[in-house]
């Protein structure tokens, strides 16, 4: 069970992956936000520390001019538990979309190694708390994995026209 270890680091190294090439290409530029936290103490080599409170979701930056805020999840469950998302993520994912930017979560599902993208607007039509693979196979987009990283590409496109 070594995934438990490093829970959120296989999906976030794909998807760094991704932004370093769509930046090498001048496509775009996208980063991952560093979690801000508090420093409390240092001790016997033990770093403790609070995580502060951040606005923004996972990812952010500019794809062909438009403004991409982006959350990544993974679940080991059968569905995606919707409380996975914070209700900070949901209204600012939402505030992008409103504004015309590209606002969507990213899910991997580790029982299946599948990702999908679902967008912000189809999130919200949902009225379960549960997210199944099937609704995600008929309501989100597919993304598949090339050499070691997430390509969104096909996603992107797609949101952007």
Not at 8 to 15: A, F, K, Q, S, V
Not at 83 to 98: F, R
Request: glycine share 6%; proline share 2%; aromatic share 10%.
């Amino acid at each position: 069970m070594a995934i438990l270890k490093n829970k959120g680091m296989y999906l976030e190294m794909l998807l760094n992956n991704w932004c370093e090439l769509l930046c090498g290409t001048g496509r775009g530029i996208i980063n991952k936000v560093p979690v801000n936290y508090d420093l409390l103490e240092v001790k016997n080599n033990i770093v403790s520390g609070v995580i502060k409170s951040n606005n923004n979701c996972d990812y952010i930056g500019i794809y062909n001019g438009q403004y991409v805020e982006f959350e990544a999840k993974e679940t080991e469950k059968e569905t995606f538990p919707l409380a996975n998302i914070k209700p900070h993520q949901l209204k600012k994912l939402t505030q992008v979309a409103q504004c015309g930017g590209i606002a969507f979560v990213v899910i991997y599902f580790h029982q299946y190694n599948r990702f999908f993208a679902v967008t912000i607007t189809a999130l919200t039509t949902l009225t379960t708390k549960k997210i199944p693979l099937s609704w995600l196979e008929e309501n989100g987009i597919e993304i598949f994995m090339q050499n070691l990283t997430l390509n969104l590409d096909r996603l992107m496109q797609q949101l952007t026209t």
